[in-house]
């Protein structure tokens, strides 16, 4: 049995309390906010706690999940609690990855705990496609494609242009793109042509759609790089279409093997996720298992992915592993 | 450096000696055959031995790569080679699968060396998509499907009937299924409903086709449960348009989530490959290198695909995966 933590109760929390309660081996114990515990309606039987607590707690929780943000909650939260217990984290800041890991392994390695970091699809299964593709096809070229799906930064970024009430951008990979990379190609290809983004967005009354639509086009970083549209809908049906936070892609890399590189060889890694925080919360799920065999196992600091043999994912034992899904 | 060795050489000793020349780290040393050494052109410098000289060439190899066949050779083979040498095979026959790990993994204690067994796409990179996608999505269900691509053993089959002078055989997955099971349906599938085959024979001068056709389809085991196509054709086409041994096909789990399991997720591995048997060697090398490392740190005993942490796989260190493929 392994009993689990919930550091923040958003919709990764959530997610952590539905993928707990389908692994018979998990243990939800206790959820961490820092609002007030008593204003907290939760769906499971967890008790809550003020995320002061967590020392308090550090003998009856064996893995704590981290469902903060990575722009200021994790670089600081993750390196504080791996002192009282194994914990994981999906740290999604690819350019910090290297000095989040050096703090989070320092604080690990000082009070005997694992410390998983950037866990879930990108980083996380996404990073493994690519590590297991690229250690086989040596001579090759990486292609990651992400969505059809919801991109909450970039949807927060048009939620803050003045006249902008509600809206909701989706990462689109260009199809002619996808399909040249699938077929062997190893096509190079601009940030435009690989994907394109859609923002519907809720106007408030009497704003000027113009100049909204053309400061979400230019807008640097976010838009300004893409074949950006933008559709003015009502509240009405934003609420209706596009309540959900579906999101996938794909992470395909060919290679060429043999006498003169004549054969290609396509691998392709693909996800279709109708919640995107549900489907991270099971990754997580898995490798905090991971997270407290390798505890008990006498390893400590901090860890990705790559680190975890993939057998210590599964519930079930290695010898039903070899027999069923070898 | 690792320094390599093959035992036998067919499609696949020649694939892991062009697999081989595309890692810096990797040096083929040695291959060994069961015919007269002297008889033997190979595509290396490596040097050509007698298959009973193995022991006499233990300090020099630091892996050995079996690549002989599954039904009689690798059961006896692979344990004995693992007394001398760390080795990876790509043993395939699932229902012994259990069998053969124990009597390698006696032998590999014993001789504190490493034996990895069914190493290649399926059993290998397959059965890893099938664990990860098991351990997240806890709720679902795995499909399989092979093709489009040629099965030797199917090919092979259809060389034994009376009259056929030459054959290859394609294993063909059925669209409506893929797209089903990709479309989260979760379908349940008969054998014929997931997979056709298509047959093209090179009839003997005289023979009767239309007997041929009929043993074919009617074989059991073989072809008797599918939809199979003949197609007689000459043995120039055969030369022509029936050459290369491609091979692919995909891993996918769809599992459901969330309150009132509302939310579906589809999990693929896909792979299309010019060449199994080259595409095979890249994975048996990148398990050479893990083999190796484990080795050196201390590890011995039988090993899977499902034992070992990713990033031993990799050429390049840690820092740099963390950097680059996270």
Same sequence: chains 1, 2.
């Avoid at 496609?129 to 086989?136: D, E, M, T, V």
């Avoid at 400061?215 to 279409?241: G, L, W």
Wanted: glycine share 8%.
């Amino acid at each position: 049995m392994t009993r689990l933590g919930i550091l923040g109760y958003g919709n990764l929390g959530r997610g952590i309390e539905f993928a707990a309660a389908q692994n018979s081996d998990m243990e939800l114990k206790a959820v961490f906010t820092r609002r007030d515990p008593k204003t907290l309606t939760i769906n499971s039987n967890a008790k809550v706690y003020s995320a002061s607590d967590l020392a308090a707690l550090k003998d009856e929780i064996d893995v704590l999940i981290m469902c903060g943000g990575s722009a200021t909650d994790l670089p600081q939260q993750t390196p504080e609690a791996v002192k009282y217990f194994n914990v994981v984290d999906s740290f999604d800041t690819h350019a910090r990855i290297p000095e989040h890991f050096k703090n989070v392994d320092e604080a690990a390695k000082k009070s005997g705990k694992i410390g998983f970091i950037s866990v879930g699809w990108d980083p996380g299964m996404f990073s493994l496609a690519r590590l297991y593709s690229n250690a086989i096809l040596v001579d090759g070229a990486d292609y990651t494609f992400w969505g059809r799906g919801v991109s909450q930064g970039h949807s927060d970024a048009v939620r803050r242009i003045e006249g902008v009430q509600d809206a909701r951008q989706y990462t689109v990979p260009v199809p002619e793109a996808v399909a040249s990379v699938r077929n062997g190609e190893m096509p190079t290809l601009t940030t435009a042509q690989k994907h394109t983004r859609e923002c519907y967005v809720v106007a408030k009354e009497g704003a000027d759609k113009a100049r909204i639509e053309n400061e979400i086009k230019t807008m640097p970083n976010y838009f300004a790089d893409y074949n950006t549209t933008v559709h003015f809908i009502s509240q009405e049906e934003m609420d209706r279409d596009h309540k959900g936070l579906p999101h996938g892609g794909s992470v395909i890399r060919t290679g060429k093997t043999g006498a003169g590189n004549a054969h290609t060889h396509t691998i392709e890694y693909s996800l279709k996720l109708d919640s995107n925080p549900e489907f991270t919360s099971c990754v997580l799920v898995a490798f905090a298992r991971a997270a407290h065999r390798m505890n008990l196992a006498g390893m400590t600091g901090a860890k990705t992915v790559f680190d975890v043999p993939p057998i210590m994912l599964l519930k079930d034992d290695p010898d039903f592993a070899r027999a069923h899904l070898l």
